[in-house]
């Protein structure tokens, strides 16, 4: 029990469905932490770094049209215009007199009051950080402390000696890094719910029959090979349930096999040792028992023979003695060979597993007219299947045997009862009749050959004293066990039969 329960316990910490849950959405919440990771430490460098190669070609294009001679011609200006919108650049251009060339502000005064403070260091609350610079240009990072914001500033030379400041704020690359994590958060959010959800729905579509097999193993493993899997998939899950069903199937058709050969094998180990003992009481018994139906058949013979009476109903009479006698006679050789074969070994035992309450039903069903004429009661209350491991045929002679004993001894009020007693890897049947009590002193007698408690009634209906024997032959193949019990109201016998598979 401690084992099963342990064995439950891993199955239970090592779930199939939860790892395969935690795994999926353990990917999915590690790649969103990734992304937001990245995103928060690299995005803002990444733009960073954008810009300033933004600001590096809008410069070269800018130098190049001035190298030309046509920065301040018209055909410049949507291409200015574009470069300016399309990188968020603020620029103004001045000549060597003062005079401003290009500007893409109205504002031009504040914009070339800033163009100063960074020429001449007049920076005033402003820090700054060089970035690149070159003998055309410089490339910095300046932070507002007044403000609190930071701009990227690249002034320089142009081609034709003409001034030049470049500015875009560098707050706008805070905001959608900011913008963008809290976007991806509630993307992550998301996606997390929705492949718990998926995850659960495809993990347990994908546990469910790896989950039934793994209980139709353990069943397996206790030789019940009853369960079998039934899967439509037609997947390799399905294949490796085929594959299942099949070993059970030849799992259990080797254990019939086996329960066979160990019963041949326990019976001919015990054969050797009784063979001479059951030779001679098999001899000494039916000399016994022979003795009185040919003395019988004898005397009325010589009757016949010598015409003691010559009237046709008394030689009637005497026929009909000689007939009853020898069928009796019969029915007894045909009893002690049953009895003999099995106490010999020479009736092979078939261990097989079939359902005792049908067998039962069966029985009792051809015993129904037999009930009837006697006025027995019988009751069997079980409609329950009952599997056993044993041979169907022999132990429909056992059930036979006690039936047929308990009709012939049933007193008032003339009730039989058979029931199941069920036990640890057991099953115990039972047939009660009421009735007179076997004496004690015959309780164990009563299985041996010949035996015979009340030898007038045993008469009256033609008992030979062989059934319980052969009861007694039958159960010992078995290696099971049988008995009798003495009630107030009557007498039950029983006997014994497997229900486990090993």
């Given amino acids: 029990m401690e084992e099963r329960k342990t064995e439950k316990n891993i199955q239970v910490k090592h779930s199939l469905?939860?790892?395969?849950?935690?795994?999926?959405?353990?990917?999915?919440?590690?790649?969103?932490?990734?992304?937001?990771?990245?995103?928060?430490?690299?995005?803002?460098?990444?733009?960073?770094?954008?810009?300033?190669?933004?600001?590096?070609?809008?410069?070269?294009?800018?130098?190049?049209?001035?190298?030309?001679?046509?920065?301040?011609?018209?055909s410049f200006d949507v291409?200015?215009?574009?470069?300016?919108?399309?990188?968020?650049?603020?620029?103004?251009?001045?000549?060597?007199?003062?005079?401003?060339?290009?500007?893409?502000v109205h504002d031009t005064a504040a914009l070339k009051r800033q163009f100063m403070d960074v020429l001449f260091g007049e920076m005033g609350e402003t820090s700054s950080e060089i970035l690149k610079k070159t003998g055309s240009y410089v490339l910095e990072r300046q932070a507002d402390e007044r403000l609190g914001s930071e701009y990227l500033a690249l002034w320089g030379t142009l081609s034709d000696g003409n001034l030049i400041l470049m500015r875009t704020a560098l707050e706008s690359i805070r905001e959608s890094a900011w913008i963008s994590n809290r976007f991806l958060a509630y993307v992550g959010i998301a996606a997390v719910i929705l492949s718990a959800l998926i995850s659960i729905f495809a993990s347990r579509k994908i546990a469910r029959p790896i989950i039934e097999l793994t209980e139709i193993s353990r069943r397996m493993t206790n030789l019940d090979f009853d369960a079998k899997y039934q899967g439509r998939a037609n997947n390799e899950i399905d294949l490796?349930?085929?594959?299942?069903?099949?070993?059970?199937?030849?799992?259990?058709?080797?254990?019939?096999?086996?329960?066979?050969?160990?019963?041949?094998?326990?019976?001919?180990?015990?054969?050797?040792?009784?063979v001479d003992e059951m030779r001679k009481e098999f001899l000494s018994n039916v000399?016994?028992?022979?003795?009185?139906?040919?003395?019988?058949?004898?005397?009325?013979a010589e009757g016949l023979q010598e015409c003691i009476n010559e009237d046709e109903e008394s030689r009637n009479f005497y026929c009909e003695v000689i007939m009853d006698e020898t069928d009796k006679m019969n029915r007894m050789v045909k009893k002690l060979l049953t009895l003999n074969q099995l106490e010999f070994g020479?009736?092979?035992?078939?261990?097989?597993?079939?359902?005792?309450?049908?067998?039962?039903?069966?029985?009792?069903?051809s015993s129904s007219i037999l009930?009837?004429?006697?006025?027995?009661?019988?009751?069997?209350?079980?409609?329950?299947?009952?599997?056993v491991w044993a041979d169907e045929f022999k132990v429909e002679e056992?059930?036979?045997?006690?039936?047929?004993?308990?009709?012939?001894?049933?007193?008032?009020?003339?009730?039989?009862?058979?029931?199941?007693?069920?036990?640890?890897?057991?099953?115990?049947?039972s047939v009660f009749n009421t009735g007179s009590q076997i004496p004690p002193?015959?309780?164990?007698?009563?299985?041996?050959?010949?035996?015979?408690?009340?030898?007038?009634?045993?008469?009256?209906?033609?008992?030979?004293?062989?059934?319980?024997?052969?009861?007694k032959a039958i159960m010992d193949s078995f290696h099971r066990g049988c008995g009798v019990i003495n009630h107030a109201d009557g007498v039950e016998f029983w006997f014994e039969l497997d229900t486990k598979n090993a």
Avoid at 245 to 268: F, G, H, P, V, Y
């Fill in 398 to 429: 056992v059930m036979t045997n006690y039936l047929s004993n308990a009709i012939h001894h049933v007193k008032e009020p003339k009730q039989i009862d058979v029931k199941y007693t069920q036990m640890e890897g057991y099953v115990r049947v």
């Fill in 240 to 274: 490796l349930g085929e594959h299942i069903n099949q070993l059970s199937e030849t799992l259990e058709e080797t254990i019939s096999e086996l329960k066979s050969a160990n019963n041949e094998l326990l019976i001919d180990n015990e054969r050797k040792t009784q």
């Fill in 79 to 104: 291409k200015f215009e574009n470069i300016c919108a399309n990188g968020n650049l603020s620029i103004l251009i001045i000549s060597s007199d003062g005079s401003i060339v290009r500007a893409s």
């Fill in 17 to 74: 469905l939860t790892q395969y849950t935690g795994t999926i959405l353990g990917l999915v919440a590690g790649t969103v932490l990734l992304c937001w990771f990245l995103n928060t430490t690299f995005l803002g460098h990444y733009y960073t770094y954008n810009k300033q190669n933004v600001m590096l070609d809008s410069f070269s294009t800018i130098d190049a049209e001035s190298a030309d001679g046509t920065l301040a011609d018209a």
């Fill in 346 to 365: 020479n009736d092979a035992v078939s261990m097989e597993r079939f359902d005792l309450t049908e067998l039962i039903r069966g029985v009792i069903q």
């Fill in 371 to 387: 009930l009837r004429q006697n006025g027995i009661a019988l009751t069997f209350k079980t409609d329950m299947p009952m599997y």
């Fill in 287 to 300: 000399s016994h028992e022979l003795k009185t139906p040919l003395a019988l058949i004898q005397g009325y």
């Fill in 441 to 471: 002193e015959d309780i164990d007698r009563i299985w041996i050959k010949f035996y015979k408690v009340d030898k007038a009634r045993t008469r009256e209906y033609g008992g030979s004293g062989i059934g319980l024997s052969i009861v």
